[in-house]
């Protein structure tokens, strides 16, 4: 019992990284051609309890500002509990706007 539950957990957690990286992709791709990208979000039907949200910053270096700092959180629920991951990377250009996880 104890082993079939840490391999749900595993499976799950290695889902929500998936899908993280996947969104990270998205939203890197949107900042990078200028589009607004989104900042909350689910899944859709083949990923039910699977949500997201998106923190973007502008990244200072040297007084330059040239850097966004992307961080994308996957939620998902596993055994009655809420879990999440989160993915951060940095991007080219600068943020259309601010919000925090």
Known sequence: ?????ASVIAA??????????NKISEEELAITSGSTPEQSGNFGPDWPGYTWEMDEENW????????????????????????????????????GGQSSL
């Open 60 to 95: 200072d270096q040297d007084g330059t500002n040239t850097m966004t700092q992307l961080a994308v959180r996957v939620s998902y629920p596993v055994q009655g509990k809420q879990r999440s991951v989160t993915l951060t990377t940095l991007v080219s250009g600068t943020a």
């Open 12 to 21: 799950r957690t290695a889902a929500a990284g998936q899908l993280a990286e």
């Open 1 to 5: 019992t104890i082993a079939n539950r």
